[in-house]
């Protein structure tokens, strides 16, 4: 009597873990081919010739430190790196 319901509660497990495993399965799992990537430059022409990015950094001491690089380009239209004031 025991051996039946022991296996049946197995038997549902396996069950359950199996359904799991397929819907995992049955899952598309979309990446993008790396030959159908764009180029850091097609990438920096999307975002247009002036483009900014906030980095935060953790000191030491627990605070944060937040600054605003801006990239743009020279004159002959090679990008730079400019560090912009620290806002306090």
Known sequence: MHNG???EQENKQLHA??????????RVNRRMAYEEG????????????YSASRTTAIT????AKS???????????SPK???LPKSR
């Open 67 to 77: 600054s605003f690089i801006s990239t743009s380009t020279n004159q002959k239209g």
């Open 38 to 49: 764009i180029s850091v430059q097609e990438a920096q022409e999307l975002t247009g010739p």
């Open 60 to 63: 030491p001491s627990g605070t």
């Open 81 to 83: 790196m400019q560090r």
């Open 17 to 26: 873990i199996n359904t799991v495993q397929k819907q995992k399965r049955a």
């Open 5 to 7: 319901i022991l296996l």
